[in-house]
């Protein structure tokens, strides 16, 4: 009985090691790929133990918004921040 249930797991094993093998070679992600459009990069993250915050970033304008989502809200209310001028914020020398 032992020996059949090592048996399983290996075989187990051997498919799912199989199956990364043949799936891991896929296309990567492209988050937007129209040229000549605005681009954005949004990333999102834990703000504090009570909230979510999402950033967005225009990186054709360099502006940021920022949205903080409050769980402690019975209805889960989204808050939009002050956005941020990341050209003030973040100068480039020589320009």
Partial sequence: MKKFIIGVLVCVNLALVATLVFHA??????G??????????INAGQA????????VIDTNRRMMGIFR???THPTWAWQ???PRDLARDFPIQGR
């Fill in 25 to 30: 070679g896929g296309q990567p992600a492209w």
């Fill in 69 to 71: 989502l409050d769980t």
């Fill in 32 to 41: 937007q790929v129209r040229r000549g459009q605005a681009s954005y990069i």
């Fill in 48 to 55: 504090d133990r009570n909230g979510q915050i999402l950033y």
């Fill in 80 to 82: 939009k921040l002050p």
